[in-house]
C-alpha cells in the first residue's frame, strides 16, 4: 500500500496510486482520505489515555503535571507516522468500494506503476 517503511523521514505518507499486486485504485474517489482523519483521531485519544493511564499506574499519584503532558505529546508525535497509516488502511478497509475477493489469485509479479498519491 505504501513506497516506503513506516519510519522513513518525509516519505512515511506516501503511497502507490494502485495496488502492485491487484491493481486497484488506493483512491477510488478525490478527498477519500479526509475520512481517515477521524479515525487517526480516535487511535491518537486511545494513545493518550493509555500513555497517561499508564504513567499513574507505573509512578503512582503525586506526578508533576509537565511529565504527563510532556509524555504524551512525545508519544503521539512518535506514533504518527502507524496511526496515520492504519487509519488510511482502516478507511480502505472498511469503507471502500473494493471487496475481499477469495478466489483471486496473484501471479506472482508485482505490477510496474511510478504514479504517487498522498
Ligand atoms: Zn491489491
Redesign the pocket.
Known amino acids: 500500500m505504501f513506497t516506503h517503511p513506516f519510519y522513513h523521514p518525509g516519505k512515511f505518507q506516501e503511497m502507490h496510486a494502485h495496488?502492485p499486486?491487484?491493481g486497484?485504485n488506493f483512491e477510488p474517489e478525490t478527498g477519500f482520505y479526509w475520512g481517515a482523519m477521524y479515525i487517526s483521531y480516535a487511535i491518537t485519544v486511545a494513545i493518550s489515555v493509555s500513555v497517561g493511564v499508564a504513567i499513574r499506574v507505573l509512578f503512582g499519584p503525586g506526578l508533576n503535571i509537565n511529565i504527563y503532558i510532556a509524555s504524551i505529546i512525545a508519544m503521539i508525535l512518535l506514533s504518527v507516522p502507524v496511526s496515520f497509516r492504519v487509519s488510511r488502511a482502516i478507511m480502505l478497509s472498511f469503507i471502500s468500494p473494493y471487496k475481499y475477493d477469495p478466489d483471486f489469485e496473484w501471479d506472482g509479479k508485482l505490477k510496474e506503476d511510478d504514479e504517487v498519491i498522498g
Open positions: 495496488c499486486v491487484c486497484i
